[in-house]
């Protein structure tokens, strides 16, 4: 891969390496030629891609070098860092004192009966039908429904969240020029912070039993959150904590219809469901890939990296290198040990990784209970988004 052209043994200028990075259709032969090939890559001056999983952990390990908040962070439509995701160490433990026991495992029980009822809601409307959208019926809709309950919002605001997230991820669709994708982002942005600023002010006059109550009551060492950072936290919650639930069920489904002694294992032995949420995280990695930004001349595997340096962050390949996982590349439900880290690691590891893998369970049970027996609509190849993997037309059929 290296560039000969160059003195610089971690430089490579191949266009299709590049082109190939956004390719998530079936990445885990790509990741294993990352990991044994270039662990610490430079795709061009000024960015760098790590892939290996010693050096993913030392990345997401350190945001003294590798921070999440240098640059700004991530911009998708904010005009303000969003909390706790673009902010580093030491303001970082600040909100997750007040974020992390609201998404703590006890606190999933307590919902568990509200989430699978949720589920069979949706699943109701097509499993007589013999064949659904999973993506538009059930993917899409399903984690949006649970974040309401959470925020104590009714089920008429399902479209309004629906809405907002798309402006932010999928702007304006494929055809769409940057500068159209930029303007919806800041437009749909400004709208999300308007949605619960107004949502909020009731919360201050009429207090519930919610997420939203809580922000306006949190404090942390005496002190109470700001409307702002209330709202950054709010913004980030409605694109992430969405969002990425949505791209595992079409990862996960998808690949459950194209290997049927895998879902027929699932469908006739629940209690392998947990485990097999897990392997599917590590294979499929929804999320591929983060950012972080060098704050300093530093090295990581050997590789110079400068001050200011985009630094990409491969997930995807961490979670399939062979000196972190036992036959890295079978996919086994019954794997004992799984360190994957499809929710990332370090201090910004997800924060609603207990959410998300409860919502997983619970769809995987209650669709397998309802309809086990499933396979791709014939003529269906499924399409893969750029950048989070996301499978945009799955469509399912069974027998009634």
């Known amino acids: ?25 079936a990445p885990q032969e790509r ?45 998708l439509g904010n005009t303000r860092p969003l909390i706790p995701l673009s902010v580093d160490p030491p303001d970082h433990s600040k909100y997750r004192k007040i974020l992390d026991p609201l998404f703590a495992p006890k606190r999933m029980d307590a919902i568990e009966d509200d989430v699978a009822a949720r589920a069979n809601r949706f699943i109701d409307t097509f499993a007589d039908r013999g064949e659904c959208h999973f993506t538009n019926e059930l993917a899409v809709p399903f984690p949006s429904s649970v974040f309401l309950g959470l925020m104590g919002l009714p089920w008429e605001e399902l479209d309004a969240f629906l809405s907002m997230k798309d402006g932010i991820i999928r702007p304006g669709g494929p055809t769409a020029t940057m500068e159209e994708r930029q303007q919806i982002q800041a437009d749909t942005g400004q709208e999300i912070y308007r949605y619960f600023n107004a949502i909020l002010d009731e919360r201050a006059k009429d207090p519930q039993d919610d997420i939203l109550t809580h922000f306006l009551q949190a404090e942390v060492d005496g002190e109470e959150l700001t409307r702002d950072e209330i709202l950054d936290i ?4 409605l694109i992430a904590g969405l969002d990425t639930v949505t791209d595992s069920l079409t990862c996960f489904y998808t690949y459950l219809s194209q290997h049927p002694a895998h879902r027929q294992r699932l469908a006739a032995d629940p209690s392998l469901i947990p485990s097999a949420v897990e392997e599917l995280l590590r294979w499929e990695t929804p999320v591929p890939g983060v950012p972080r930004w060098c704050t300093r001349e530093t090295e990581l595997a050997g590789c110079p990296i400068k001050t200011g340096d985009a630094v990409t962050i491969s997930i995807g390949a961490a979670n399939v290198d062979p000196s972190a996982f036992a036959d890295a590349f079978d996919v086994r439900f019954d794997r004992v040990e799984n360190p994957h880290i499809a929710f990332g690691g370090g201090v910004h590891r997800c924060l609603g990784s207990h959410l998300a893998r409860r919502e997983l369970r619970v769809v995987l049970r ?35």
């Not at 971690?10 to 259709?25: K, N, R, V």
């Not at 790590?50 to 945001?63: F, I, Q, T, Y």
């Open 1 to 25: 891969m290296a560039d000969n052209t160059t003195n610089d043994p971690y430089m490579s200028m191949d266009p299709e390496l590049l082109m190939e990075m956004f390719d998530m259709t």
């Open 31 to 75: 990741y294993r030629t990352m990991v044994e090939q270039s662990p610490v890559l430079r795709p061009m001056d000024g960015m760098v891609i790590v892939s290996s999983r010693d050096a993913v952990d030392e990345a997401l390990r350190d945001p003294g070098r590798f921070s999440s908040a240098y640059n700004g962070g991530v911009v």
């Open 234 to 237: 709010c913004f980030l919650f």
């Open 366 to 400: 209650e669709w397998h209970r309802r309809i086990p027996e499933y396979e791709l609509k014939p003529g269906i190849v499924p399409e893969y988004a750029m950048g989070l993997r996301h499978v945009e037309n799955l469509e399912l059929v069974w027998k009634t």
